[in-house]
């Protein structure tokens, strides 16, 4: 279960070490006239693997919140048998998704409702929208009873808050690559990589035992 969201994760994973490798190198030039014309290239590249650390961060909350979906979908699960977030989530989402009734039944294909109706509501481009963080995750998640916790006291996913409006400034202008990364240190760079690494790994972990255990269902409607 989750073998292709792991596997994604774990090639982005090998890019991520791939460019952290290559600002290891730049950084460690022996010969300081190369160190110095390469100072500005370490801090594009800085931005840049932070900008992929996000992109990792983002793809897999998204793969997690789909394959919840693709499960209750796949098993034809009813409407009636989710837990009661679920389904507060179902009824929210079409809402603010269909226009009209004409919309909805056509995204229905004619179905039978209570059992297609999860997977027709899902929107994924609206379920993050760029803003993906601890707290975040926490927020959505839990609509679907699933409980996300750090995988150590050291690590409950703070970097993300960070790592999130590094992704926003970069991406909307307000900050340049160059200057964005003057702020980071190879060693930086190096907690970041682990730390995020860590925490998504954990969520996917956390994702696989509730579809496993089926905790989207109501313990009251689960017969």
């Known amino acids: 279960m ?10 982005r994973s090998e890019e991520i070490d791939t460019l952290y490798s290559h600002i290891v190198s730049l950084d460690s030039e022996k010969n300081e006239s190369i160190r110095e014309a390469s100072v500005g290239l370490i801090s594009i590249l800085a931005s840049s693997l932070s900008l992929m650390l996000y992109n990792q961060v983002e793809s897999t909350a998204f793969s997690c919140v789909e394959s919840i979906y693709d499960s209750v979908h796949e098993k034809r699960i009813s409407f009636n048998r989710l837990v009661p977030g679920f389904k507060k989530k179902i009824l929210n989402d079409c809402r603010q998704a269909y226009h009209s009734v004409d919309s909805l039944m056509s995204g229905l294909h004619n179905n039978d409702i209570s059992e297609v109706i999860a997977r027709t509501s899902l929107k994924l481009e609206k379920v993050f929208s760029g803003n993906v963080d601890a707290r975040r995750l926490r927020e959505v998640l839990g609509c ?6 750090g995988p150590s006291p050291l690590n409950q996913g703070a970097e993300l808050h960070g790592l999130r409006i590094a992704r926003n400034s970069l991406a909307h202008g307000s900050a340049s690559f160059e200057k964005y990364g003057r702020s980071l240190t190879v060693s930086d760079l190096d907690k970041l ?16 035992d509730y579809l ?12």
């Open 2 to 11: 989750l073998e292709a969201v792991k596997d994604e994760f774990d090639k």
């Open 144 to 149: 679907y009873h699933l409980a996300i916790t």
């Open 193 to 208: 990589r682990d730390n995020i690494r860590e925490y998504m790994s954990h969520v996917i972990s956390l994702t696989e």
């Open 212 to 223: 496993v255990s089926e905790a989207y269902l109501n313990p009251s409607d689960a017969a």
